[in-house]
């Protein structure tokens, strides 16, 4: 099971980005996936998750409003549109890929991970 992760950058406050994550040919089609976070001492964070099909997607409270999650099945992929960046948003940003058609929001739904892209937003 392969997921790379890409998209990260340094980029100003106010600005966006857009993460993909590819998933081996094998995985995701019909699996929750997911976008975590984490910062340089910190716990891992959820930020967004989708559902196999693409009809259901949930966000942490902290990003609600600026980032939007998506799929495309066809391609293995998923992605994190990300706008209105913050300063607190700087981590590095990993995709999971959950067994079953929603993992949630906790890490423990989610078996395969991707080794991260880093997003550094400056003020």
């Known amino acids: 099971v392969q997921l790379q992760a890409s998209g990260g950058g340094s980029v100003q406050a106010g600005d966006s980005l857009t993460l993909s994550c590819a998933t081996s040919k094998r995985t995701g089609s019909n699996n929750g996936m997911a976008w975590f976070r984490q910062a340089p001492g910190k716990e891992r964070e959820f930020v967004a998750g989708?559902?196999?099909?693409?009809?259901?997607?949930y966000y942490a409270d902290s990003v609600k409003g600026r980032f939007t999650i998506s799929r495309d099945r066809t391609k293995n992929e998923v992605y994190l549109q990300m706008n209105s960046l913050k300063p607190e948003d700087t981590a590095v940003y990993l995709c999971a890929v959950s067994l079953s058609s929603s993992g949630g929001s906790s890490p423990r739904g989610y078996k395969y991970w991707g080794q991260g892209t880093l997003v550094t937003v400056s003020s």
């Open positions: 989708i559902n196999w099909s693409g009809s259901t997607t």
